[in-house]
């Protein structure tokens, strides 16, 4: 028996799209698994998990507990060597309250740290961060590159932004005044925009940016991109974040490859156009770029990476031995997700 089978990993927001292939990532290396689900009856969101893992023979299991109430997160924890935290709200468009992301994101982290902390038996937390902790708001990253150092600036970033940036702050502070005999290891894992695969026939709010490009559901493409990256090797780096001895203390930035969205759009185009789909690859103003984003949410949303979203993976290469596929491989496995699950329409049918 290796030593994996013997740990149990909880998993919060257990039927989330990163938190799925956390999960069969954890299974297929031999952990126990226990994830979080904020209704233990709704089961269509989590039923693909539990086929998976009787097909892989591992053991997995779900439990309630919500991020806006106490109830359920001690015995959520309970026996559990290691809690990879990444329930957070992530909307597809901007609240018009930022406290309803901000207070689940924040108060929710607080709470699986507190209970954690608590049970005597977890030794490590891995947080699941964003990039948009590190280059909202307007501050230039250094040679071009934003590292691990640099932070957002909470007033200049949008709700979503700022929940993911507290949280994390909020985590950092919590395991600064823990006492010796509560103490426990934190590593935040940092992703760029996740694609690839779908797990089930739900768009992700990430996979929406393909599922557009596909549906034409825009004549032309903004001048905007982002640091691409599969959310099989996010997987990956949560996993890695979990069992290496370097990485307690430590953020690790998980980008991939920044990609223009036009340039993804040339690789779709290429790939799709002869099963039908005509992806637009002309290209957006900013004035009309700005003009539209006032009337689709979305849009709004995808404003705020305008030109600043370089990030550099090279600590986790080195620390982690994290890899990470190109953007291309990733565009297509994302774009033949989504027809095989029937979320994109061609024009040949
Ligand atoms: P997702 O599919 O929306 O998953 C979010 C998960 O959080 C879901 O399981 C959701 O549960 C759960 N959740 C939300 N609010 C909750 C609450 N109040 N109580 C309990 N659970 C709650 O999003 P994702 O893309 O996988 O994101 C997972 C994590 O990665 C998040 O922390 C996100 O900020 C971070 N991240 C994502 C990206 C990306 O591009 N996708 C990039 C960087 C970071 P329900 O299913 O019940 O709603």
């Known amino acids: ?15 989330g799209f990163i938190a799925g292939y956390v999960i069969e990532e ?17 089961t269509e969101k989590t039923t693909h998990l539990t086929a998976l893992a009787a097909q892989l023979g591992g053991r997995l299991e779900f439990v309630a507990a919500r991020l806006d109430t106490d109830e359920g997160w001690a015995d959520a924890v309970a026996g559990c060597t290691f809690v990879l935290h990444t ?34 038996t977890v030794r490590r937390l891995v947080l699941t961060s964003s990039s948009l902790t590190v280059n909202a708001g307007r501050n230039e990253p250094k040679d071009g590159w934003h590292t691990e150092d640099d932070w957002s600036l909470p007033e200049a970033c949008t709700p979503y932004a700022k929940s993911k940036l507290l949280a994390e702050r909020a985590a950092w502070t919590f395991l600064d005044d823990l006492p010796e005999d509560r103490r426990l290891d934190l590593v935040a894992v940092i992703p ?33 991109g982002w640091s691409i990256v599969d959310v099989r090797d996010i997987a990956v780096a949560h996993r890695l974040a979990m069992e290496s001895p370097k990485a307690p203390g430590n953020r690790y930035l998980c980008g991939g490859t920044y990609t223009g969205m036009r340039d993804m759009a040339h690789v779709l185009a290429a790939e799709f156009a002869p099963q039908g789909f005509h992806v637009p690859t002309l290209r957006l103003p900013y004035p009309a770029m700005w003009l539209a984003a006032r009337f689709d949410p979305a849009l709004r949303v995808a404003l705020d990476f305008v030109g600043r979203e370089r990030l550099s993976s090279q600590k986790a290469i080195d620390e982690l031995g994290w890899t990470s596929r190109s953007s291309a491989e990733i565009l297509r496995d994302t774009g033949q997700s989504l027809i095989d699950h029937g979320l994109v329409h061609s024009r040949h049918k």
């Open 1 to 15: 028996m290796s030593p994996s089978q013997t740990e149990t990993v909880l998993v919060t927001g257990a039927s």
């Open 26 to 42: 954890l299974l297929r290396h031999g952990y126990t698994v226990r994830g979080t689900v904020r209704d233990v009856a709704r």
């Open 87 to 120: 329930a957070s709200p992530n909307p597809p468009a901007i609240p018009r309250d930022e406290d309803e992301v901000i207070r689940p994101a924040v108060d929710g982290t607080l709470r699986v740290l507190r209970a954690a902390s608590a049970s005597g």
């Open 192 to 224: 760029g925009l996740v694609l690839g695969p779908l797990q089930r026939p739900e768009v992700s709010t990430s996979t929406v940016v393909v599922q557009r490009l596909l549906n034409r559901s825009m004549p032309a493409v903004p001048n905007i």
